[in-house]
């Protein structure tokens, strides 16, 4: 039965689809290809050649996981045998028909892609907005899917001109306002960008949304001590690649006591030293002014107890405008009681998207208080627990929802491969991208359609009435 | 890995849910029990004996489906292997934690059983608000469910006093501000009743969700004739069982031209007419009075070409207060070009929670005008098309979204048995209830736990920051 | 945890086997790289130019299923809760380890590739040996395959000498000798031919195979006669495309006598008279020689009633070696009555490897006589139903249990793309090939590891003895 | 469509057998039906009242797995969209038909009811023979099946008489071809039982079988030590219960280094030396006599290195008929590098079906001998590595293919409980036990039904042959 409504020719859409990522996976597997969006984003979004690079090599693999027939198995129903003969209920995953995506700056080609291709694979009708500073990779990735087949009208694409660049949210708000002219009723918008928008657009679509907001992303080091060198160079990445942008990134630390007794602290340290602005290693931060960042950094050294542990200084030598953020990679101790008092979580737990973190510790006899405090946090979409003790990661993974969780010794916060669902818990808004779940569960909904071809019995007689 | 986080005893509240089914199951099925629950539904509700004893049936059906070991099979996880050895990417459906349940005066069992028992299944702590007209039957329930194991402490049930009955809907929303004062944040919130009251709570609770709302339910005969007799029993009982007072029951009704060749419409009338209040095959109508029905059978009967083919006037000879309705079961024909007029297209198609329908017929030829009206109607809930021919079948399915959808000579709108889904599509809020599906995607979200053991090859270097 | 058993470096296997797939279904995306394929096996297999070139069409979009990520998604495991916190039961689907394949003449490059990959997606070591007049084909694509990353051991191939190439089914035997010294103990075989050598490799290997051999296809026409010209162009591809040649080609065709009043086998006759062996659209035939064929024909015709339709001559005008058949497009009626009668059946169902069919007709109330032939016959591979009578459709598809049934107005018996299971049913040997279920089916086997890591309640006591 | 090929009355069936499991499992959960078939089990097989009870037990939560709905869930199919318009491939599992079940006299209840009711869910014709010894209790068992709906024309029960008692295997031989006269052509034999009569069975069947045989079981206890109490305790449960006749009863026992340093050995002595016949914590062995068992422990004695650890004396003071075993739970000590050399490791790996196992020790460095064992050993039934070191336990699954396999601080050989896979891995041949996955890939066969329904293009025209 056709999944596909809202095209002339549904069927061979599927195959089509599969052709266009098959063919749009090998163009990005081309070196100047890959090396010319790698540029391209770097261009825009302020990241290292390897970081800008990942994004166009994740990009790629995800096509990978979509040719062939790999679109349609995505349309794959199920069904159940009914009350009688010739009755048979079968589930299908339904397309909504017109959707519409919204998307930020901090990955410009990966999360345009893996979400539009997503609402194309399971047959909908999207319109596409990229924020407007980074628009110019997606437009050219347009134009390669155009080339690998893609009919121009399947895909709308907003291109806001650049006049409300200072005014991001609020142009985000025009912007989907135009997208609500555009398209008289998307049936659903994807949205991943700052908390404050999403919760504007939740209330403006009367919840006919998906949601991938800002993360305050946890990691907890657990009793078991292995790999400092490794567990080290983990958390600088985590926590400063790509200037700390990533929702993923690390934004708070919980050591167990037995690693503050290693040298942990000493090489985050060093690590983050290291980084450097030729290379963006450490660069602009487009959403949060330096000033702001070093005020957030002295609020949270009039706390009891609390310390500078690296960082807190501007960048220098360099031509950043004013208007954007430029800081060295920072992290701030504060004590876990401190963090605790109400007058001061809120403080603790706001989230900076720059290259800046809390580390605190706790004692063995304290895990419950660190458990508490991650229920208190509003997101819930990375975290990592390090350790290889199943007992200690079952207790911490058991009392959390957080949406993407690594646990054991190579646990990370950042790391969003297409192999597995990334996006927020616990709530029912929340989106995922990228994997066959994440595309049927946020782009199709249910729908039930129950064949019941009699026969009816030859010696049936109308019953009464009930 | 736990995935019921909000109890001590998680685990064993999996094989403690799988008893519990188990014994209510056997309880439901002794006959003195389902006829007590059977009458004191029809206390509360007016529906015939065997609609209501329909209820019990297909509670205590549900419930044999989640004995044993099938509620921990809901919790069923997958895991694929990841970039290397000792990452394992999982796959969960989590539970959300503190959740509410709103639910309706129709089935005063049915519906508030199968999504308390699917919301702690899952392994959520439910707050459930029973419509107050009905709320003793859930009242009872809840008794026997404590009896067969459920812990006092599991679930909170609301039950308001009996002050503002007559205002229903209002009401709803003051209990809701109840709700939200008892459990200070439901992370989800599952709706089942009016359009009005749900599009209000989607805005309140900011889209944190679910809904079943009110359906305005169409039927499609196609060109194939077959079985008179079956089919206007079918369309009889869809628009009148329940006095129409079933969120599928039968609101629109399409006749292929060869079926106006028949006696069909005859049939319709002499089964309509054969319902009686005596045996509640006709009643009492909770939520549009007597007044209001006929007003808008005289509006509809000023369209050009309309007419009354049966039913129009007021019950006779009964008890029934004047703030409740009391029709006969009613059928306005209104022709197909006047439907699809803008002036007309509104007052068509509004729903009247009642034994109320309209019926047009359509030539070969307008099968896409037909379409057309069922694109512009904004509730997706049931459907029925009636016919055994693949092509038209498959024409009418791809075309339309509607949540639950029958196809073929026995196809129907209502009927919702606890084996396939049911609830409405097209929208990101839709719930749907009693199936494993159902119960999966209304009362869990995903969760991705990726395991990383290790080990971190021996010869591992720091690499570069990026 | 790891699924692949037998290779030091498993978990980078599953991402390289996605990439050797990338690579290779890219190679057969090339023009010149299928016109190599398209003519090596026509050099081999007696086939037209699209037929062959269907062999490269269908082994390019297999491979394209499992690109990127694909690869490890068939090691998607499952879990569920144990039955107290730390229990977890998980459901791989595991190895054998080392395997064997031994596949037939008419598929050079389809059957092997795709069981082959299949046996190595899934973790094993596979040792191949493919029909010697044919191999070359597939030790060309081994070549291919090792150029696209495949380590040259990780498949062993086999090639015998073409000394024993007049006695075919003896030297698979052989070979299978062979088979059984380079690799002591294979723990599982698929093996796809004759269902003679099948028989004795099931005796010699105790059943440790999965078997795709020959088949008896039949078709049914139903009452419903739509499509005329279409019916009859399936009918002459699947009975004489290949020159008869495939496992799924139309052994049997039963005519309802609604299709008996059409011009149906005249417009048989026209098709299969415009096959030529200039573009091998008819051609040689490799097991059956022409005299075999013809004292079959003679045979049939001695019964009562048949007749010969059209063909039942040799080929003219051509060098096929006496070894090899060479008839013409060939049809026998024979009336369904005789048909059923003991000292006929075996005869009018023995298998013919070549351009030849049996064609009969049944009356409306003889529909369960043709139920009983088909339960007669020993093969069960592929079938066709042409109705699009919903309940004539179910009456035959619930009655037989032919592995790859078609039915509806366009059904065919032939035809086994990528996207659906090809293989036997109603025998627990029976292989798949092709679809992500088949390839889990027959290469890997069940394995249950329930993790149970505690804790153990702290005051724990021994229990008594039981 | 109709899976359920081989009754008039297929989909009711599904909802019979909903209906059946439903009250056989209420049945079996009153204290005197369970307590009567508890000592029916212990009048024919010498266990424990609680180890027997425990078959009852499992059976009940089986029957409480396949209520009201499950069973038809059981046939849940898939499907995917095919090439056009109206084609569509589904994927069933099918019944096969007539089949057979041997079933062994060391679980008189749980393994023949959960394999019957399997093939009967799954649609099948099964015949069912129990070992003679035991047969009494399944034919209880089918009485009170047939009071709770069971159709007596849906199972054949064989029943052979006693004279051949004293032959157990060639009995069952001579049975089996009994079943084969009576139903001529089982299309597939599920067997339990002793390895020797499946190889038989397997040549006679011509490999349609599915086969759970012998298991020589192993427990590895990994460098981590926890909990000796505890794990004395399994181990003492897992070699001795039931007398060691469950097939996965521990065979042998691997103790790291760090285990040897521990008081474990002396408390296994303890615990099985508090055994005894008055409650049957010890008892007959029924396969294997006193002479046999004390024989095969003086050969052990005789490798170089060995010791007698416990037990190793025939039970006093008992009535026990001498053509069966009794011996005391008996451990005999055997260096790891002499269990490796070839002319020892065949009598050190002999299954011996009696309370009776062999305990080694190996170094760290040894682990990897360990496994070479492992791989060399024929059976692969069930294994146990008891560990919580997430690195161990990766490396020993990951070289191992038991079908159930513990891992963790709690892990065992023995227990198979209704919620997960209970078979052997590593041939194609291997059965499973009682989960839905188990039902559906023993009891089944998948077959591909392709519905193609059209539309033909209106301006299709016959294409050129090929």
């Given at each position: 039965m056709e999944a596909l409504r809202y095209s002339k020719a549904a069927y061979d859409k599927y195959l089509m689809y599969g052709d266009i990522s098959t063919k749009a996976a090998h163009m990005l597997s081309l070196p100047k290809v890959s090396d010319f969006f790698t540029r391209l984003i770097q261009r825009v979004s302020p990241k290292s050649y390897q970081q800008a690079f990942g994004e166009v090599y994740v990009t790629q693999k995800f096509l990978e996981n979509f040719c062939g027939d790999q679109v349609r198995f995505l349309a794959r129903s199920f069904a159940v045998p009914g009350n009688h003969l010739g009755q048979q209920s079968h589930g299908f995953r339904w397309p909504y028909g017109p959707v519409a995506i919204i998307t930020p700056f901090n990955f410009p080609l990966e999360i345009p892609v893996l979400q539009l291709m997503g609402a194309l694979y399971m047959g909908n009708k999207p319109v596409l907005k990229v924020d407007s500073k980074v628009s110019i990779v997606m437009e050219q990735m347009l134009r390669l899917l155009h080339t690998c087949g893609l009919p121009v009208e399947d895909v709308d694409f907003i291109n806001s001109d650049g006049k409300t660049m200072n005014k991001l949210l609020l142009e985000m708000i025009l912007d989907h306002e135009v997208v609500l002219n555009l398209q008289a009723n998307p049936r659903m918008t994807l949205f991943t960008g700052s908390s404050r928008v999403a919760e504007k657009l939740a209330l403006d679509l009367k919840g006919r949304v998906k949601l991938e907001d800002a993360g305050f992303d946890w990691k907890i080091l657990g009793p078991d001590v292995h790999q400092e060198d490794y567990t080290a160079w983990v958390c600088d990445q985590d926590a400063y690649a790509c200037s700390g942008q990533k929702?993923?990134?690390?934004?708070l630390l919980f050591m167990h006591e037995n690693w503050s007794k290693t040298s942990l602290l000493s090489k985050l340290k060093d690590l983050a030293e290291r980084r450097k602005l030729t290379d963006l290693t450490i660069g602009p931060v487009l959403t949060v002014t330096t000033d702001s960042m070093l005020e957030h950094v002295n609020k949270l050294l009039e706390i009891p107890g609390s310390k500078l542990l690296f960082g807190g200084r501007p960048l220098e030598d360099h031509s950043i405008p004013s208007i954007y953020g430029a800081i060295k990679p920072t992290a701030v101790y504060v004590p876990l009681e401190e963090i605790m008092k109400d007058n001061n979580f809120e403080l603790v737990t706001k989230e900076i998207f720059g290259p800046f973190q809390i580390i605190t510790d706790y004692k063995n006899s304290q895990l419950s208080v660190v458990l508490d405090a991650l229920e208190r946090m509003h997101n819930h979409l990375t975290a990592a627990v390090v350790s290889n003790d199943p007992l200690f990661v079952q207790e911490v993974i058991g009392k959390t929802v957080n949406g993407t969780t690594y646990a054991g010794l190579r646990a990370r916060t950042t790391g969003a491969p297409q192999n597995h669902w990334f996006g927020p818990a616990g709530d029912p808004r929340g989106a995922g991208i990228g994997t066959p779940e994440a595309i049927k569960l946020v782009w199709s909904c249910h729908r039930e359609v129950i064949y019941d071809y009699g026969p009816v019995s030859k010696n049936w007689e109308i019953p009464p009435s009930t």
């Open positions: 929702c993923s990134a690390q934004s």
